[in-house]
């Protein structure tokens, strides 16, 4: 795609990561179009929460699914899932911000084989970024800062909306 004769690159910021006396920048981009589907492909999707013995019901009885199967409840507060979602969620900040790191002078010792795991991969990144003592709330802020870059913020949005929604 070209738009005005040109291929437009991604958009780039930074955030800064704080050290006592001393401060490292890194650089971040825009992630392109589909990455955020791609990356839940290679992670193998969300887990699902287990069912319940129970059904979910109504004045009239059972609440049905398109099959006309009773609809189970799900458990969302289970140990084993709640686990599961939270180690699926950092896998995934961790696999979109490799994703959106625009920056050389980061260099991670752990790299994806060509016939390995991108599950395995992204554990041994966490399992690095722990040691190099980034925190959960640096990569979140990491995320934030992709996910920015990636979209309208929502005053860019408000703006877009003035020129183009009619009153």
């Known amino acids: ?13 930074s955030i800064t990561l704080d050290r006592g006396d001393a401060s490292h920048t890194i650089r971040l981009r825009a992630l392109p179009f589909g990455t955020d589907r791609q990356l839940e492909h290679r992670l193998g999707g969300a887990p699902q ?7 979910v019901r109504n004045k009239t009885g059972f609440v049905r699914d398109e099959d006309n199967q009773p609809f189970r409840l799900k458990l969302f507060d289970d140990p084993t899932y709640v686990a599961a979602s939270a180690q ?3 896998r995934r900040a ?54 920015r870059l990636s979209g309208l913020s929502d005053e860019e949005l408000e703006a877009a909306k003035e020129g183009f929604l009619p009153e």
């Open 94 to 147: 961790v696999a979109m911000f490799l994703e959106g790191l625009d920056d050389n002078s980061v260099e991670f010792t752990t790299k994806l084989e060509d016939d390995g795991s991108f599950v395995e991969y992204i554990d041994k990144v966490i399992a690095e970024l722990e040691a190099a003592g980034i925190s959960s709330g640096e990569i979140i802020r990491a995320v934030r800062e992709i996910n």
């Open 49 to 55: 929460p287990p069912l319940s013995k129970d059904f």
């Open 1 to 13: 795609m070209k738009i005005a004769g040109k291929v437009p690159g991604p958009r780039q910021g």
């Open 88 to 90: 699926h969620n950092e």
